[in-house]
């Protein structure tokens, strides 16, 4: 009896000493891999197909605190499991450049079913001489340990913050749920070599499809069926970035509003039209929620006159139709303290 209490607590002991060392090999790839430049999906790429290089290797120029407002659990969606950020406010700070981080910007955080991070961030910053800046960046990591994104600022051409324009930033993203906050270290990545012998590369899982970075353009012959619903979009100050890389921005931020139709419920504060007056172009970014409590994360973009809607929502929810269906809006029109939209089932003719 007792060589067999022996024999057992020998067992146990070289189980534990085996899954700490599993654990510390495991902890040990985490970090070469932290190492390595990222080779984005090239559904995905970040504005660095190439690779993106460890932001630490880089730089650093300035760091990024923001508050969290709001966390919505979205749920699984088409592209996978979705969280999404409404930014209550936050600031930059660095020797070189200083701004505020205004209320409502958007961070969309996609996990697939291999651990794959993709990051959608939206945000406007204020300049210390009252300017804006418009920021839109992209993000992934082999899993949420190693979030690297990939920061593109439009400023204004004629503003001293010009250079961040044309310059080549990494940040490292940190989600502090409990504490509310996301911190963003960025890296200038102008000078760091890519080593195409030391990369790690981004997969996906089979058969899902890829989030797309543009907005869905009507096709020739769409015409608008069935009404879906009518909304009254509530919206805030306008922030004028001017003429900048991509064009004359203007900036109008989305307060709230309500829906009606298939569909009740309420426009969620946060995100903005980001209009581009330059190519005639609206591009809004915002939320619903339905009566029921489910999130809807939309963007209806396009001409000012041919609005085109797409949505994400929950697989398993009532209204998961929204997400493989084509879809029509009507342009904005005049409503109290915001804008109306309706919404149609796209048909051809």
Known sequence: MKHVYLTLTLVFVLAILSSCTNASLSADNSAANKEKVLIPDESWSCYMPDGIPS???????????????????VG??????????????????????????M???????????????????INVLRTNDNGYIYVRCPGTGINENDVRVVMDFEAPNNSSAAWLNTGKFVARRIVDE?????????????EVAIDAADTINISKPEGIPYQSWDFRKASQGEQAGEQIITELVTLGGSCRVGASKRGNRNIILITGGTLEGMIKGIVIPGG??????????????????TEKGEIIIVRNAGAFSGLVPTFETNVEGEFAWLNS??????GPGIGAGGVTLTMYKSKTQ
């Open 103 to 121: 209320q409502l910007g958007l961070d969309y955080d996609l996990t697939l079913s291999n651990g794959v991070v993709e990051i959608e961030q």
């Open 272 to 289: 903005a039209d980001y209009q581009n007056l330059a190519q005639n172009t609206i591009d809004a970014r915002y939320m619903w929620e």
């Open 76 to 101: 699984k969606t088409q592209f996978g499991m979705r969280k999404a950020y409404v930014i209550k406010d936050g600031k930059v700070t660095g020797d070189k450049f200083q701004a505020d981080v």
């Open 325 to 330: 269906g084509l879809y029509l809006s009507s």
């Open 55 to 73: 932001p630490e290797k880089g730089t650093l120029v300035f760091e990024i605190q923001m508050n969290i407002d709001k966390i919505y659990n």
């Open 178 to 190: 409990e504490a509310k906050t996301i911190t963003m270290k960025v890296y200038d990545v102008n």
